[in-house]
């Protein structure tokens, strides 16, 4: 292990933000992150995963711990449930593969969703009617004060929507190292509940899908729409989708009676923000360097060397807009440092 002084993150974030590490360590086992905490127990610190989620919009005056742990294993199995251990370091893409492939069931409509494992109870991350928390058994991690290894059950991480406890309650006292999932063995729960897997289901004339196919047309679908963060800088879903009460949103709807919108209980309403922000004008708008995907209303894209900041503001003036239009407020879902 070797700490590199002003050391360049712009390979680090899927934006491709060009910002420098005051200081950076790469650690691939939890002995070595436990170590590396202890002996830099007197400095700031900054914990970067896969830099999915994240807009850098200053450089880092820290140590930078890149969490690199790498391994994936079975721990525990019956007849119909699976429970496997990712290590946080592990592409969640490729993770998703790997379950797939053993036939195991549960992550597939999360497909190609950018970032590693570790971040996944973080936001309990979700697409097309999954979200990790239909999955999530537990995590373990670090405490950042003591080196203290703690293990999380789904219970104690308070997982709401884009929500959990490392985001409020112990947001900066813990390091996820590893996840456990439950997963199904046979009888697969498939959930084709979302208009576009079944589009692309049907277009390829499947009728009843297997994990990989349900998989095959998110990726699909995703790739159709979202930009590949290698070719074009972005975070994938840059806001939040607003949760109203249906109070508020009739009084809303009465205004723009074209406005669409999900039930989500029988006092919540979810409005899809691609559709706010393509209503207020935004999509495939361009700003220097700062520009809203073609595609997809809801990314935020870097065409080459937008700075964090540019890419910022650019989230503001589509919050404003569409508060003064709306007035609805739709929030990042993004973490802006």
Request: aromatic content about 10%; proline content about 2%; charged content about 25%.
């Amino acid at each position: 292990m070797e700490i590199q002084h002003q050391y360049s993150l712009k390979n680090h974030n899927t934006f491709g933000i060009e910002a420098k590490a005051k200081q950076f360590i790469a650690v691939q086992s939890v002995e070595e992150l436990q170590l590396i905490l202890q002996q830099n127990r007197a400095q700031n610190i900054f914990i970067l995963g896969g830099g999915s989620n994240m807009l850098l919009t200053r450089d880092i005056d820290a140590l930078v711990i890149h969490i690199d742990l790498k391994g994936k294993k079975v721990i525990a199995e019956d007849e119909n449930f699976v429970w496997v251990e990712s290590q946080a370091g592990e592409n969640w893409h490729d993770f998703v593969l790997y379950t797939i492939e053993n036939n195991y069931g549960g992550l597939e409509n999360m497909s190609l969703i950018p970032g590693n494992v570790g971040t996944t109870p973080v936001q309990n991350i979700g697409a097309y009617g999954t979200e990790i928390k239909d999955t999530f058994v537990s995590c373990q991690a670090v405490a950042i004060k003591n080196q203290e290894l703690k293990t999380f059950t789904k219970e104690e991480c308070n997982f709401g929507y884009r929500e959990s406890i490392f985001k409020n309650e112990v947001k900066d006292h813990y390091i996820i190292t590893s996840v456990v999932y439950k997963l199904t063995k046979k009888e697969h729960k498939i959930n084709v509940s979302y208009g576009d897997i079944i589009n692309e289901l049907t277009k390829n004339n499947i009728s009843s899908p297997t994990l990989k196919e349900i998989s095959n047309a998110v990726i699909a679908i995703r790739k159709s729409k979202l930009p590949d963060p290698k070719e074009l800088g972005n975070s994938g879903s840059f806001f939040k989708n607003p949760i109203l009460k249906k109070t508020d949103f009739i009084k809303i709807q009465q205004q723009f009676p074209e406005m669409k919108f999900y039930d989500i209980s029988e006092t919540e309403v979810k409005v899809p923000a691609g559709w706010l922000i393509e209503q207020a004008g935004f999509k495939g708008k361009r700003f220097g360097d700062a520009g809203i995907h073609k595609n997809q209303a809801l990314v935020l894209v870097n065409y080459g060397n937008a700075t964090g900041q540019e890419i910022l503001e650019v989230s503001k003036n589509i919050q404003e807009t569409i508060y003064k239009k709306f007035g609805i407020y739709i929030e990042a879902e993004v973490n802006v440092i």
